[in-house]
């Protein structure tokens, strides 16, 4: 399988699809092995995946992915092993009674750095195993407190009758959803689960501006100019691209952090500045 597919792809995944149902899709549509994304996320949750087609997954490193914005509705008064609607239930406790001053109190206190317990049911690596694989099996084991920053906390609205609290959060890479909703019932005096979670935002990248999943084999692939802040395409010389072929420093009167060299419409390889006019290689492309 080959193919000249390269670029990004916003995706606005459904609820019930799985991450990797949609990398599937991306593979036959642009007819590529290579298809690699920023954060998967759960099947029940929808919304935005960052997908990087062909050789443009070696360009993943430099998306800005450190804020992402979700969307979330958090049942209260009752607790699932995978802090889900999808899981079992495994506490139930009242719930106080609450006003919408006194949730947007809790949220608020939620922001800035904290430690967080990830989910059992979650894609870390325990051992050499998933966890969510290790928590099916019934094999009890430990996670490890992760940092997080929470930069956001907007309450969007709050039913009485059914004790759900919808909120609007905007977190650091790695923050579980999930284990937040858990936390914010605690805070709130009860348990709780999230019934619904959606992405809208990886950086500056909207959901808004995704294809559904039936609409990624007629998608146009993004440059990465439009996806990374600070890169900027460039059309070398025959003198300049031989050294580029050969991975040596370059000097190129730029402003740009980022480099990426093409030659007769090829693309080259990847340069970073490392001083005034000077440009290192950080990748070079197979398939050019």
Not at 79 to 104: F, H, M, S, W, Y
Not at 272 to 277: A, I
Request: hydrophobic residues 35%; glycine residues 8%.
């Amino acid at each position: 399988m080959n193919s000249d597919a390269f670029g990004f792809l916003l995706v606005d995944k459904k609820e019930g699809v799985t991450s990797s149902f949609v990398d599937i899709k991306a593979k036959k549509a642009f007819n590529t092995r290579r298809v690699g994304h920023l954060g998967t996320l759960d099947p029940f949750a929808s919304g935005l995946l960052l997908l990087a087609i062909g050789e443009a997954t070696k360009l993943l490193p430099l998306v800005p992915d450190n804020e992402k914005t979700y969307e979330a509705v958090l049942q209260l008064g009752e607790e699932t092993d995978t802090l889900d609607r999808n899981g079992k239930i495994t506490a139930t406790l009242d719930v106080p009674p609450l006003e919408e001053e006194k949730i947007q109190e809790v949220l608020s206190s939620f922001l800035g750095t904290s430690n967080q317990l990830p989910p059992k049911y979650s894609a870390k690596w325990i051992d050499g195993k998933r966890a969510y694989d290790l928590a099916r099996e019934g094999i009890e084991f430990q996670q490890k407190p992760i940092d997080i920053t929470i930069h956001q906390m907007e309450l969007l609205s709050f039913d009485k009758e059914e004790k759900r609290i919808a909120f609007r959060t905007t977190v650091s890479r790695g923050t579980y959803i999930r284990s937040l909703g858990l936390d914010i019932a605690k805070r709130l005096g009860t348990t709780g689960y999230l019934s619904s979670l959606r992405r809208t935002q990886i950086g500056s990248l909207h959901v808004r501006d995704a294809v559904a999943v039936e609409g990624i084999p007629d998608a146009v692939l993004l440059p990465p100019e439009s996806v990374i802040p600070g890169l900027t395409t460039i059309e070398l010389d025959e003198r300049k691209a031989t050294r580029a072929l050969n991975g040596l420093p370059l000097s190129i009167s730029s402003d740009f952090p980022y480099l990426l060299f093409t030659h007769d419409g090829k693309r080259i390889a990847l340069y970073r500045n490392e001083g005034p006019s000077l440009y290192h290689c950080l990748r070079g492309f197979s398939h050019a």
